[in-house]
């Protein structure tokens, strides 16, 4: 993982949302979707980042924010997507956010 600074800007599309990831002199922008169920519930869709920035930690950035976001904002999440999923499983400080 590269120590490039992971820019991380959070959209709000009414039901759906998306965090997105863009790091300075690096070309293209990764993103992390979701849906919202509920006030308290939000299911991770998919995360993907171009080539240009795989190995700079941009997957695990937009990962991370989505679970502190959801844990200061009192939600759970349903973890669809595969990464996050799969991430989920190797941080057991994520389940009180994580929804199996």
């Not at 993103?31 to 939000?42: G, M, P, Y």
């Not at 991770?44 to 924010?65: E, F, I, K, N, Y």
């Not at 844990?71 to 999923?85: D, K």
Request: proline content about 4%.
């Amino acid at each position: 993982m590269s120590d490039a600074a992971v820019e991380i800007i959070y959209e709000d599309q009414g039901s759906k949302g998306r965090y997105v990831a863009r790091i300075a002199g690096v070309e293209g922008e990764g993103e992390l979707t979701f849906s919202k169920v509920s006030e308290a519930l939000i299911i991770a869709d998919h995360t993907a980042v171009p080539d240009s920035m795989r190995g700079m930690g941009a997957a695990a950035a937009l990962a991370d924010r989505l679970v502190a976001d959801s844990r200061a904002a009192g939600r759970r999440i349903v973890p669809l997507c595969p990464f996050v999923r799969a991430r989920s499983l190797r941080r057991p400080d994520w389940a009180d956010v994580i929804q199996q």
